[in-house]
């Protein structure tokens, strides 16, 4: 199973928001994340801008 960790662009700095997420999706205007444990985190006024499977890591941009 393929576990990213989720940065946030701010366009100035990126910051981890989450770890080891399986699922993202776009819900209600919002990315929504869900980690190994079920977990989930909302993150408003974000889309998704890079899936990198290779650095498992997963990029969104604060629109």
């Avoid at 940065?7 to 080891?20: C, H």
């Avoid at 999706?25 to 079920?38: A, E």
């Amino acid at each position: 199973m393929c576990e990213f960790t989720v940065l946030l662009d701010n366009g100035k700095e990126k910051k981890q928001v989450a770890k080891n997420v399986v699922k993202a999706k776009i819900k209600d205007g919002k990315v929504v994340l869900m980690d190994t444990m079920g977990g989930v985190t909302k993150i408003e006024g974000a889309i998704i801008t890079v899936v990198d499977t290779m650095m498992a890591e997963m990029v969104l941009f604060k629109v």
